[in-house]
Structures are given as structure tokens and as C-alpha cells.
């Protein structure tokens, strides 16, 4: 099976064609907006294949897993790190990577 034969084509067509009609035909042209059109609705509908497929990943894993991931996530969403917070980063990356390993 192809790649192709897993993501719901249709629901492609219907996007690029949503933004064919929203487009500027006359500036562009056809071709040019269906092009770029087929483009971003393929994108998007892989962008949304991979976010399913990460969330399901993430929700398979174990709870120590997501508590490390968050608090990694909290740390590197700082404006301003202090010294402290680099050891921090260390440590719950090194864990993570243990964890992971097992």
C-alpha cells in the first residue's frame, strides 16, 4: 500500500480546493494556486498525521515519562535561565534518556 492510500484524499481535495476559491485566480492563475494549494493541504494533512501519532505515542507512555517531559518543558519554556535551571536540564535529560533506554 502506498503512502498515499492512508490519508483520506478527498478531505485533501476538498482543502486545496477551499483554498483555490478564497485565492486571487486572476493575479495568480490557475494553475499556480492549485499548486500551491495541493501543497498546503498535503502538508497539513501530514502535520495532522504526525500529531496523532505523537499523542498516542505520548499516551502510551509511562507516567514517570510525561512527569520528566513536563517538567522539561516547563524549564525550557523559561524566558531567563539561571544557573540552577542548566543543572536542572541536565539531570531530567539525563533521566529521561535512562528511563527511556529500559
Known sequence: MTTAAR?????IMTA????VRKAN????GFRVIMRRALKAA????KHERAMEAR????????PEVTCI?????????KTRWEQPDYARIGVLRAALRAVLSQ
Not at 490519508?7 to 478531505?11: D, G, I, L, T
Not at 486545496?16 to 483554498?19: D, G, K, L, R
Open 16 to 19: 486545496a480546493w477551499e483554498i
Open 42 to 45: 498535503w502538508a497539513n494533512a
Open 69 to 77: 517531559q513536563s517538567e522539561i518543558a516547563i524549564l525550557e519554556s
Open 55 to 62: 499523542q498516542e505515542k505520548q499516551e502510551q507512555a509511562s
Open 7 to 11: 490519508y483520506n484524499r478527498k478531505a
Open 25 to 28: 485566480l486572476a493575479l495568480y
